[in-house]
């Protein structure tokens, strides 16, 4: 059993900083990939930032610049580091992770939290 607990969310203003944690515990051998995605009212869940076992990093378009993706390996966490938030990055954020467990490979998913910028 994996699970994946994401922190960090909440109210800022337009122009502030949020940082997203995302640890993983649980029966975990090994984490490939991981990524954030986000999900805003009405509209589909979006990939916003992912990064391999390497540490090589993606962005979507509307986040290059200022959202920062990084991971602890050793403490199996992953990180999205958000600047300069604008009204339409309001989203739940997912956090999402390829992990070997004692039974197989498998995609796992955190409960999300949420991120309201609002003035």
């Known amino acids: 059993q994996v699970q994946l607990v994401e922190s960090g969310g909440g109210l800022v203003q337009p122009g502030g900083s949020l940082r997203l944690s995302c640890a993983a515990s649980?029966?975990?051998?090994?984490?490939?990939?991981m990524a954030w995605y986000r999900q805003a009212p009405g509209k589909e869940r979006e990939l916003v930032a992912s990064?391999?076992?390497?540490?090589?990093?993606d962005y979507v378009d509307s986040v290059k610049g200022r959202f920062t993706i990084s991971r602890d390996k050793a403490k199996n966490t992953l990180y999205l580091q958000m600047n300069s938030l604008k009204p339409e990055d309001t989203a739940v954020y997912y956090c999402?992770?390829?992990?070997?467990?004692?039974?197989?490979?498998?995609?796992?998913w955190g409960q999300g939290t949420q991120v309201t910028v609002s003035s």
């Open positions: 649980g029966s975990i051998i090994s984490v490939n990939a």
């Open positions: 999402n992770a390829h992990v070997l467990s004692l039974l197989a490979w498998g995609d796992y």
């Open positions: 990064i391999t076992s390497s540490s090589t990093t």
